[in-house]
C-alpha cells in the first residue's frame, strides 16, 4: 500500500460505510438491493450526510469572506504604501503588516476553500470505490464497508441502462448500453459544471461590495468562474457515473446554501444587503447586523430606517373626532 492509499484507507472505509449504511435503510423499506436507484439513493445520502456536517465550517467560510471583504480598503492602502518596493526589508515588512492585517479580522485568504479542501478526500476515496468496483467484482472482493456481495450487486447497478460504474471516457462494463452512458454522462457534465458556474456567478453578481469588486482579488475570482468549470468538464469524462451523480448533487447543495445566504445574511454592501434592507423596510421592520461583519453598513441601515419612517409616517392617518351626541 502506497503513501496515497495509506492516506485514502480511512476515507474510503467511511464513504462506503455511509453508502452502505443508507443502502441496508433502503432496502430494508422494499427497495431492491441490486437497483440502481437504490445505489443512486445512497450516493445522495451519502452527499446529505458530508454536506450537513460541513455547515459549521460552512459558516466560518462565510464569516471569513466577510472580513476579507470588510479588508480591501486596507488591504489596497497596504499595497499602495509598499507599491514600488521590491527590496526584502520591504516585501517581508509588508507581508508582516498583512498577516496581522488577517489576524485583526479574524480572516485569511484561504478560508474560502477550506469547505472544498475538506469535501476532496471523501471526493478521491468515492472516486476510488466506484472506479475499483469492475476489478473487485471480477476477483470477488469487498472494498472498504462494502461486502464482495454488495460490490457485485453495484457492478450490475444501472439507471436509463447506464451502469453507476462506467465512465464516458474507458467504455462501459459487459451489459451495460453504451448510448445510454454517453447521454447520462454528457447530460450530468453539463449540469455539474452549469450548477457551479452559476453559483460562482451569483455570488459575484448579488454578494459582492463594489469595493470587494474592484479589487485584484475580484479579477482573479473572475478568472476562476471560467476556468474551475472547464477543468470539471474536462475531468469530467473520466469520472464513472456514481462520481458524476455524487458531485452534480453537491453541487446543487452549494447552489440552494448560497442562494439562501445571498438572501438571508448578504454582504456589507452588496446588492443583496440592500435587497435584503428594502424588504424589511417594506415590512416595517429594521435592519439587521450582517453576518460576519465588524463593521455595519450604515448606508444600507440608513436607507432602511428612512424607509421604516416614511413607511410609518404614511400609515398615521388623522382620526376622526366623536360627534356629540345630541
Not at 20 to 43: D, K, N, Q, Y
Not at 190 to 196: E, G, R
Not at 303 to 314: G, H, L, S
Request: hydrophobic share 50%.
Amino acid at each position: 500500500m502506497d503513501f496515497f492509499e495509506t492516506i485514502m484507507f480511512p476515507f474510503k472505509w467511511l464513504v462506503s460505510i455511509i453508502m452502505v449504511g443508507f443502502h441496508e435503510g433502503l432496502t430494508a423499506i422494499g427497495m431492491p438491493a441490486a437497483s440502481g436507484w437504490t445505489w443512486t439513493l445512497s450516493i445522495i445520502g451519502l452527499v446529505l450526510v458530508i454536506r450537513a456536517a460541513l455547515i459549521p465550517v460552512f459558516v466560518k467560510q462565510i464569516k471569513a469572506q466577510r472580513g476579507m471583504q470588510l479588508l480591501q480598503p486596507d488591504l489596497k492602502k497596504l499595497q499602495d504604501k509598499y507599491k514600488g518596493k521590491t527590496d526584502q526589508l520591504s516585501r517581508q515588512a509588508m507581508a508582516q503588516e498583512q498577516m496581522a492585517m488577517y489576524k485583526k479580522h479574524g480572516t485569511n485568504p484561504f478560508s474560502a476553500c477550506l469547505p472544498m479542501l475538506i469535501q476532496m478526500p471523501f471526493f478521491f476515496a468515492l472516486f476510488q470505490v466506484l472506479s475499483g468496483v469492475s476489478n473487485a467484482s471480477a476477483s470477488g472482493q469487498g472494498i472498504g464497508a462494502m461486502s464482495a456481495n454488495q460490490v457485485q450487486q453495484f457492478d450490475k447497478s444501472s439507471i436509463f441502462g447506464a451502469p453507476l460504474s462506467a465512465t464516458l471516457l474507458h467504455g462501459t462494463p459487459p451489459g451495460g448500453n453504451v448510448v445510454a452512458v454517453w447521454i447520462l454522462s454528457i447530460i450530468m457534465i453539463l449540469a455539474m459544471t452549469a450548477s457551479q458556474f452559476i453559483t460562482q456567478k451569483q455570488i459575484m453578481a448579488k454578494n459582492m461590495s463594489e469595493e470587494a469588486m474592484a479589487s485584484p482579488f475580484m479579477r482573479q475570482q473572475k478568472m476562476m468562474l471560467y476556468i474551475l468549470p472547464i477543468v470539471f468538464g474536462v475531468g469530467g469524462i473520466n469520472f464513472p457515473i456514481g462520481v458524476l451523480i455524487y458531485w452534480t448533487t453537491t453541487n446543487l447543495w452549494t447552489m440552494g446554501q448560497q442562494f439562501f445566504v445571498i438572501r438571508r445574511m448578504p454582504t456589507p454592501g452588496s446588492p443583496a444587503a440592500k435587497a435584503l434592507a428594502e424588504r424589511r423596510a417594506a415590512k416595517g421592520l429594521p435592519a439587521l447586523p450582517i453576518l460576519g461583519g465588524k463593521k455595519a453598513d450604515a448606508e444600507a441601515e440608513a436607507a432602511a430606517a428612512a424607509a421604516v419612517a416614511q413607511a410609518r409616517t404614511q400609515r398615521i392617518q388623522p382620526q376622526r373626532k366623536n360627534r356629540k351626541k345630541k
